[in-house]
């Protein structure tokens, strides 16, 4: 089954929308980044304009909430976010050479979409796999205990 894709006009109609739903409640900017997140693939600055003009919230708090809190983008991900754990556990096991290698393998820095927007790759703290030191996870999908030379059969599975 094809994902149905919005228009531009549509995905503003659905944000008005979720602003009206929360615009009265306390908190509601929370709530609204997320359903614009949701909608747009990404938090970026016209959607961040939209919402401060709604709320009369200054774009400046908007952008900094935004910029803040991991699960917020502003620009979208690729179909296959790849998270390569560099918390402590994970990163005196290797987790570094490991990221380096996916980095080479993908032609991709961190913290980059590719320009097919198959995949992003992004380093994150520590997400609580410690026994399994060094992690990765590939959207839900978790790895552990990996050397570099597993990173080439991993990422076969999603090319």
């Given at each position: 089954m094809a994902k149905q894709v919005m228009t531009q006009e549509e995905?503003?109609?659905?944000?008005?929308?979720?602003?009206?739903?929360?615009?009265?409640n306390k908190g509601a900017l929370m709530?609204?980044?997320?359903?614009?997140?949701?909608?747009?693939g990404a938090?970026?600055?016209?959607?961040q304009k939209v919402i401060s003009k709604e709320l009369s919230i200054p774009l400046a708090e908007i952008y900094g909430v935004v910029t803040f809190?991991?699960?917020?983008?502003?620009?979208?991900?690729?179909?296959?976010?790849?998270?390569v754990c560099m918390g402590t556990a994970c990163y005196?096991?290797?987790?570094?050479?490991?990221l380096d290698r996916i980095s080479r393998e993908?032609?991709?820095p961190v913290k980059a979409t590719s320009a097919d927007g198959k995949f992003t790759l992004i380093d994150t703290r520590c997400?609580?796999?410690?026994?399994?030191?060094?992690v990765i996870t590939v959207n839900e999908d978790v790895y552990?205990?990996?050397?570099?030379?597993?990173?080439?059969?991993?990422?076969?599975?999603?090319k």
């Open positions: 995905q503003f109609a659905k944000l008005h929308e979720a602003i009206a739903t929360y615009k009265d709530p609204i980044l997320h359903e614009a997140q949701h909608i747009f938090v970026a600055l016209d959607v809190y991991s699960q917020f983008t502003l620009e979208p991900n690729g179909e296959f976010v790849i998270g005196v096991k290797n987790s570094q050479p490991i993908l032609d991709l997400i609580g796999a410690c026994g399994l030191a060094p552990g205990r990996l050397t570099e030379q597993d990173i080439p059969d991993i990422l076969a599975k999603y």
